[in-house]
């Protein structure tokens, strides 16, 4: 069987090659490979690669940027991604692509379910599920998976952040009016692969998907139990958890809106693909583990 990885050097992207490279014969790319600002150079891509399956793990994710930057996070979020499930039409490949909780506008209080309507807040959002619904009317067989705030070692995101800055300030402030589950850019990869072994066998599991780990905190509540751990994992950091002060999203006036529920119903692809996603706590707890044993933190 063969595989193609595009987005291979993003958080996502680096998690996923060693697991899919075991499936089969991979073809993993990089932005400089393939970028998916030009929507038909990667249909071109494909028709020479033939793979068998593509995951696209490749998005533009500027939130803010893509507020001015429209025609560009399109063209990469929803013009590539049709052009993707266009060129896996045409030779029966299976294509899985990432979505985001970005889609919803944050405004019910439950977890949402694949079934809810989707209103974006901005641009990002917007473009993202454009991308969805491309994929889903080319008639390829697709997964698309909606996943939130994900994290990794490597890269820009969120626990990294706090954890760099708790290491030299005494006080910061954190959002305490955004809600979701921090989930690990490895946990999401192996769900995928494990859903993606299945669906080749039963491709009566197409479909779109919500994955994320279990459980839910605000932003405030994570970055104090970031530091909490780190520090009781022997971290030496000059912040406390009782010193990160809680704010409101508007305090920090950035361009576009993000949702303030990004709680996904996961249930759908528990029951599809017998996973039991671990809770939030536990890929935060093994992220601090590996940045001390790297000797990173």
């Given at each position: ?7 291979a050097d993003g958080q996502v992207g680096q998690a996923l090659r060693p697991l899919l490279a075991g499936l089969g014969s991979l073809r993993a ?269």
């Amino acid at each position: 069987m063969k595989l193609l990885l595009l987005g291979a050097d993003g958080q996502v992207g680096q998690a996923l090659r060693p697991l899919l490279a075991g499936l089969g014969s991979l073809r993993a790319c990089g932005r400089a490979e393939a970028d998916l600002e030009e929507p038909a150079a990667i249909a071109a891509l494909i028709a020479r690669e033939a793979p068998d399956v593509i995951v696209n793990a490749a998005a533009y994710t500027a939130v803010d940027a893509a507020e001015d930057d429209r025609d560009r996070a399109y063209r990469v979020n929803a013009e590539a991604v049709g052009a993707i499930g266009e060129a896996a039409r045409k030779r029966g490949a299976l294509s899985v692509h990432y979505s985001t909780d970005f889609v919803f506008d944050g405004a019910g209080h439950g977890a949402y379910a694949e079934t809810d309507t989707a209103r974006p807040l901005g641009v990002y959002g917007a473009s993202k599920l454009a991308g969805d619904e491309a994929l889903a009317a080319s008639g390829a067989d697709h997964l698309i998976l909606r996943v939130s705030w994900n994290y990794s070692a490597v890269g820009r995101n969120f626990p990294l952040t706090i954890l760099r800055l708790a290491a030299t300030r005494d006080g910061i402030d954190v959002v305490a009016d955004e809600y979701g589950a921090a989930t690990a850019a490895s946990l999401i990869a192996e769900a995928t692969c494990t859903a993606l072994r299945q669906t080749l066998a039963d491709r009566g599991k197409t479909g779109l998907y919500h994955l994320s780990a279990a459980g839910s905190a605000s932003r405030h509540e994570l970055a104090r139990f970031i530091v909490a751990e780190a520090a009781a994992q022997g971290a030496v950091l000059a912040l406390k958890p009782e010193n990160i002060r809680p704010v409101r999203a508007a305090a920090y006036g950035l361009k576009a809106r993000r949702p303030s529920n990004s709680r996904l119903d996961t249930g759908k692809f528990s029951r599809a693909f017998g996973v039991e996603l671990p809770p939030w706590q536990a890929g935060v707890r093994q992220l601090i583990t590996t940045l001390i044993g790297e000797g990173r933190l």
